[in-house]
């Protein structure tokens, strides 16, 4: 698998736009997103009041973490489920790979999971004995074309149908020719059914967390994750601590707000309460479950003022929305996270150092904060980002210089303005019928775009002049 | 000094509020980027501003409202930069510009970089309060309606992202375009996605902001309309810059402001319009 690296930003951006279909194929996702959004926000006219009951949801807990954590944990011990704590990913992918190791499992099955790809879970498996079987749809593709995902939502979106086709066709042991959506599917699902049910272990993670019955959610539209955590003797759930609430009443207007966000659906198909192994009267389930609560940087966000991205639900929203991700799509990033929320969550998973770069790519419009269906500031998180990079002076040099120049002369308003029109003398030199196609020292405009000629003079020259007249004139009138 | 004396406590303007004809002092802020690059916008405002019954100034010692260094996280360089801004302009009645994203900048950055000093927070925010957008502040504040104006031909409206999503500037522009005989308004499609301008933005990642401005463009043609129209220099530049290096000579970007202080037909015959 080829993985892009964070640090090498303008590499990946660079390779990204050079792919011709890529933005094409990002669109067709991307469009359709807002515009179901757009509808289920409309047909939900509770919308804005489910987002501040959400936003207060989140902080509230995210406010008492400490002791929602113990409730939960008191709770899913209850229901005999074996809890662990992560502080790091590394830490968090051992556990889960040591439960396996026990058991001496052969196959695991994983339904998707965002917080696996940050602990590393999938790299783990890979390099380990046992064999790895994604079995959400997606996951399923990325897996046969050894990808890492690109969105969070749908994790095989720059592939294109056409390279489905073919994908499935080189690895399904009974593939369709057939290139019609609804025989792909069938096609994935021969190919999985009989994984699933000779899987030794099924791992999935969880949207939400219930701390007063220590039981965890999962939702999705395909059934997998109920097929991954019922046949296996043994369940594991990965989750971040931030998935937690109080009780199934608090998590109900988030997922009212998750699955509209996500894709414009009222509800998602399968939304489901997982609580703990089976019971003596129960007719299937695992006789063993696991949780794995990682912390994983969220503590430390917690004390750096960055609570806000911890209400994050992963609905995609904010990168659908994003003309930056629509145009280099999710590997470019170089996280697990891409788009304006990972922007914002990467210099805390790895580091502002190798991550600042993201935090830049971004023109401010605020468009990802306009949709998120839990108000994160996202343009001001970023923005406190690049204020920290500033100070510890992270930025490019030039850039730095740049800005830095800039600033010196606009506090002084008086060279400030000698500057300017300085600058438009300068600029006339280059003008040709009306446009700048070629300037010194602007290389960043002008690779792309012609700038306009300025007018002959600064406005405040213009101004002063016509002031200067009209005094001179009224002070002839008034002698 | 005597007459002053014997009058106070008699509140003069009180007599002006009675006959509504309350004057309004507004300080007019051109930004860095009319008074350079296009001055007619500066005297379109000025135009505007006084048929709208108000006296304006401008103030000589002005500079850049800072969004550079703000963007760049350079916090030290823009209290710099604020400090200045909120002396020269906080006496005002209102503080005007003709940009949403400058405007949104006083309205809603400065008192992020005040936090930790009450004082100038104070200010800040007092600044914040008078400070408006010019569009939004000719319908809203004034209730001004253009009168006599003529162009003919059609026009399509950029949203920029801090009018449209920081300011809520969206009904006020095309109200008063829409008093402008002859001017047809042609909708533009995803018309409030940014244009990839972001000031530093569209130099430090060119290549990005020229796939986004690319699209823009794509959009723009599909109206077949003769003007593009918007309230933010920026966004007009770089959506220009781009229709002009790819040979679209068929459409005239403009500030709405130009159009509405009827500079439209001389600056398109290319002359300075002041
Ligand atoms: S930041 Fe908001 S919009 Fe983006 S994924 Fe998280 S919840 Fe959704």
């Not at chain 1, 792919?19 to 067709?28: C, G, N, V, Y």
């Not at chain 1, 805390?348 to 993201?358: G, I, M, P, T």
């Not at chain 1, 060279?415 to 010194?440: A, D, E, H, N, T």
Request: aromatic share 8%; with cysteine; charged share 25%.
């Amino acid at each position: 698998m080829r993985v892009n690296k964070p640090e090498d930003f303008y590499k990946n951006v660079s390779e990204a736009l050079a792919q011709p279909d890529l933005k094409m194929i990002i669109r067709r996702t991307t469009d359709k997103a807002e515009t179901k959004r757009a509808e289920a926000v409309a047909n939900f006219p509770e919308f804005e009041n489910a987002r501040t009951q959400g936003q207060k949801v989140k902080d509230h807990t995210i406010k008492y973490m400490d002791h929602y954590l113990a409730e939960f944990e008191k709770n899913a011990l209850a229901q005999g489920t074996i809890v662990h704590w992560a502080s790091t990913g590394e830490e968090a992918s051992k556990i889960v790979l040591d439960i396996c190791r026990q058991h001496k499992a052969k196959k695991v099955t994983r339904s998707k999971s965002m917080l696996g790809e940050e602990i590393g879970l999938t790299h783990a498996f890979d390099n380990s004995e046992m064999e790895r079987i994604e079995t959400d749809l997606a996951e399923h593709i990325i897996q046969l074309a050894g990808d890492p995902p690109s969105h969070i939502v749908w994790p095989a979106m720059h592939r294109s149908r056409e390279d489905v086709v073919k994908l499935f066709r080189e690895f399904h042991a009974d593939p369709t020719y057939s290139e019609e959506i609804t025989d792909l599917v069938r096609s994935a699902r021969r190919d999985l059914r009989n994984k699933f049910l000779t899987s030794d272990i099924g791992i999935s993670g969880s949207n939400f967390l219930l701390a007063d019955s220590g039981s965890s959610c999962t939702v999705t539209n395909e059934g997998n994750a109920e097929l991954t955590i019922t046949p296996p003797k043994v369940h594991i759930v990965t989750a971040g601590i931030e998935k937690l609430v109080p009780s199934m009443a608090h998590a109900v207007p988030l997922l009212r707000l998750l699955t509209r966000s996500a894709t414009g659906a009222e509800i998602t198909q399968y939304n489901t309460f997982h609580n703990g192994p089976k019971r003596p009267n129960d007719a299937d389930g695992p006789e063993e479950c696991h949780i794995v609560l990682v912390d994983n940087g969220r503590t430390k966000m917690l004390a750096e003022g960055m609570e806000a991205m911890l209400r994050c639900i992963r609905c995609g929203a904010c990168m659908n929305h994003c003309v930056v991700y629509k145009h280099i799509g999710g590997h470019a990033y170089g996280s697990v996270y891409p788009g304006p929320m990972g922007s914002v969550l990467t210099p805390h998973l790895d580091s502002l150092e190798v991550a600042n770069k993201q935090t830049h790519a971004c023109t401010m419009n605020g468009r990802c904060e306009e949709v998120c269906p839990v108000n994160i500031p996202l343009p001001t998180l970023l923005r406190s980002l690049r204020a920290q990079s500033w100070d510890k002076k992270y930025e490019p040099l030039t850039n730095r210089f740049v800005v830095q120049s800039f600033a010196i002369m606009a506090k002084r308003p008086k060279l400030f303005q000698l500057l300017s029109s300085s600058g438009v003398i300068f600029m006339k030199v280059f003008s040709r019928k009306g446009w700048i196609k070629y300037m010194p020292f602007t290389s960043g405009w002008t690779r792309n775009r012609d700038l306009i000629e300025p007018e002959s003079t600064t406005f405040m020259h213009q101004y002063k002049k016509i002031k200067n007249e009209k005094m001179k004139k009224a002070k002839k009138g008034g002698a | 000094m005597s007459q002053k004396i014997s009058n106070a406590g008699r509140t003069p303007s009180n007599t002006i509020e009675c006959l509504n004809i309350s004057e309004k002092k507004v300080g007019l802020f051109v930004t860095c980027l009319v008074n350079t690059m296009r001055p007619s916008i500066g005297f379109a405002s000025i135009t505007l501003l006084e048929q709208a019954g108000c006296t304006v100034e401008v103030p000589e010692l002005q500079s850049c409202c800072g969004q550079p260094a703000f963007n760049s996280g350079d916090d030290e360089g823009t209290r710099q930069i604020a400090y200045q801004t909120i002396k020269q302009f906080e006496n005002f009645d209102y503080v005007v510009l003709p940009s949403g994203s400058c405007a949104a900048m006083i309205k809603k950055n400065f008192i992020e970089v005040f936090k930790d000093q009450p004082e100038w927070l104070a200010r800040a925010k007092h600044l914040a309060d008078i400070t408006h957008e010019l569009l939004s502040f000719l319908v809203d504040v004034c209730q001004f309606e253009p009168n006599g104006i003529e162009l003919d031909g059609s026009y399509t409206y950029h949203d920029s992202c801090s009018g449209y999503r920081a300011l809520h500037v969206y009904e006020q522009p095309r109200k008063m375009l829409s008093t402008v005989k002859g001017l047809e308004h042609k909708p533009l499609n995803n018309h409030s996605e940014c244009c990839g301008f972001g000031g530093t933005f569209c130099v430090k990642y060119s290549d990005i902001s020229n796939e986004i401005v690319g699209e823009k463009v794509e959009n723009v043609l599909a109206t077949e309309a003769d003007y593009l129209l918007g309230g933010d220099m920026g966004c007009l530049m770089n959506i220009a810059g781009k229709l002009n290096r790819e040979g679209h000579k068929e459409i005239t970007a403009l500030h709405t402001a130009e159009v509405l202080a009827g500079l439209a037909p001389q600056i398109l015959g290319g002359k300075d319009a002041s």
